[in-house]
């Protein structure tokens, strides 16, 4: 039947964006004549345009298809006209397109996937708009949106995009409305990808087709279908989704997020270490000797590529914080360290950890007698305790890095929130550097080569305080901050 359908056509006029329908000359077998006939399928505007009929039958016509639109149906208008017997096939699709007969309406319905009402509403609580930039008639446009409940939260505008003016477009766009661009063309997508980056916004644009190439590529993120996209499609995109589920463009942002999250951990981790490593030199330096190196180098190199490693790792396979998707978009210049994570590294996470290493350095020190400027090198009194006294530095680094592998968890939420087992990557972390720190304590091979020495109890029993202090000083700045945050209750 196919192959019988395609004999019979004389010349094809493809769809035209601009114009909005497309025509098929083909020949009229049906009742044995040898006539040429012209089929025309379109936007009904721009076929009634092209009709022979009464302004009063138009008019009734418009409204039909309004009233299909509205029930979100994309409607299309069906004419046709027959040629003279010995007339030549039209050569410009204008004189093909002409003088044409209605033939009548046909609406189709392409429902929305069930996901996609659920995705919007994602899309709202984390701050986003989504303004549909389509072909359709306005009506069915909106009918769509509704559906699926673009503008519920800020309202929708329909604009007829090839009305616009530049000077309407900003207007809308600075609007807090989601909009409805209806009967756009190809152009149309690039214009408003160019308008929405001129006002500092950052844009994502969806296509398939070959004509959406330009604006997929202009978009700081071109989506792409995978499945039924085209390959010039693919190729101006930065992401294309296999599915071509518009869900999964959410799902894609809240890993975006996740893993920028996590890279801030990672990175607080591991800058919040650097401040308790550095005091004991500079509290060396600075008293001129008076006070005996508290952490060796050798120790320092165990810290940074053994103990904190694992830790530092799994927290790059953290879980989404509780409100990842609620949090308003970051700004575009916002970069991964911030002025708030420097602070938060070294004037709290880190100041907290040196002061209590110190601590525990300076406790062994006196519990032995020691006085500023006391030798403790080899062969003097006082050496077995500046080992221990090393070693409880040594220690407490360390269990301050747990307190501080907890509190980087989370920037907003509170760890009960998280839940302590919810990472247990970051739990084998620990218990591997537990494991790592008491072997380099208690081995006597070990011992000699890291200048480190058995702990006292009494010694153990403060270091093992110090995880608790760590992370419980910065759940007191999360929730602080939360309160800070949280809106007045109402009245």
């Not at 993120?221 to 101006?236: K, L």
């Not at 990175?267 to 308790?276: E, T």
């Not at 002025?339 to 040196?354: K, N």
Request: charged content about 20%; hydrophobic content about 50%.
């Amino acid at each position: 039947m196919l192959a019988d359908r395609d004999a019979r056509i004389v010349k094809l006029f493809r769809f035209d964006a601009r114009l909005r329908l497309m025509s098929v000359i083909t020949w009229d077998t049906a009742g044995g004549g040898g006539r040429m006939r012209i089929n025309v399928k379109g936007a009904p505007e721009a076929i009634l345009r092209r009709c022979v009929l009464p302004e009063d039958e138009r008019a009734a016509v418009l409204a039909a298809a309004d009233r299909l639109a509205r029930r979100g149906l994309r409607v299309l208008a069906i004419a046709a006209r027959e040629l003279p017997a010995d007339a030549a096939p039209p050569v410009r699709r204008e004189d093909a397109e002409t003088g044409l007969h209605l033939i009548g309406l046909t609406g189709l319905y392409d429902p929305p996937r069930p996901e996609v009402a659920e995705a919007v509403r994602r899309c709202h609580t984390a701050g986003l708009r989504i303004h549909i930039v389509t072909g359709d008639d306005g009506a069915t446009a909106a009918a769509v949106a509704a559906q699926v409940g673009i503008g519920a939260r800020r309202r929708h505008v329909v604009a007829e995009a090839e009305r616009l003016t530049d000077r309407h477009l900003d207007e809308l766009l600075t609007d807090d409305a989601e909009i409805v661009f209806a009967r756009s063309s190809p152009e149309t997508k690039l214009k408003i990808a160019d308008a929405l980056r001129a006002h500092g916004q950052v844009v994502a644009m969806t296509g398939d087709g070959v004509n959406d190439a330009p604006a997929l590529h202009r978009a700081h993120i071109g989506v792409a279908m995978g499945r039924s996209g085209t390959d010039v499609a693919r190729e101006a995109s930065t992401m294309v989704l296999t599915d071509d589920d518009f869900a999964t463009i959410v799902t894609a942002i809240e890993s975006g997020r996740r893993v920028y999250d996590n890279v801030r951990k990672f990175i607080l981790y591991i800058f919040a270490h650097a401040v308790p490593e550095i005091v004991p030199f500079l509290v060396f330096a600075l008293s001129g000797g008076l006070i005996p190196l508290p952490l060796t180098v050798l120790q320092i190199l165990a810290i940074d590529l053994g103990t904190e490693t694992l830790p530092a790792l799994a927290l790059g396979r953290e879980p989404a914080e509780p409100g990842l998707m609620s949090r308003p978009p970051r700004p575009a210049s916002q970069g991964v360290i911030s002025r708030a994570m420097l602070v938060r590294a070294w004037a709290q996470l880190g100041l907290v950890s040196a002061a209590l290493v110190m601590a525990a350095f300076f406790y062994v020190l006196w519990r032995a007698g020691w006085h500023p400027g006391d030798p403790t090198g080899p062969g003097h009194p006082l050496h077995h305790a500046y080992l221990t006294a090393t070693t409880a530095t040594f220690a407490g680094l360390v269990t301050c890095q747990v307190g501080t592998a907890f509190a980087a968890r989370t920037d907003h939420a509170s760890l009960h929130e998280v839940g302590l087992t919810s990472n247990p990557l970051l739990l084998g972390g620990i218990v591997f550097e537990l494991v790592f720190t008491a072997a380099l304590i208690y081995v006597p091979v070990l011992q000699d080569l890291f200048g480190t020495a058995a702990l006292p109890i009494d010694v153990l029993a403060i270091i093992a305080v110090f995880p608790f202090i760590v992370w419980g000083t910065d759940e007191l700045r999360r929730w602080a901050v939360r309160r800070h945050a949280a809106p007045p209750p109402a009245t």
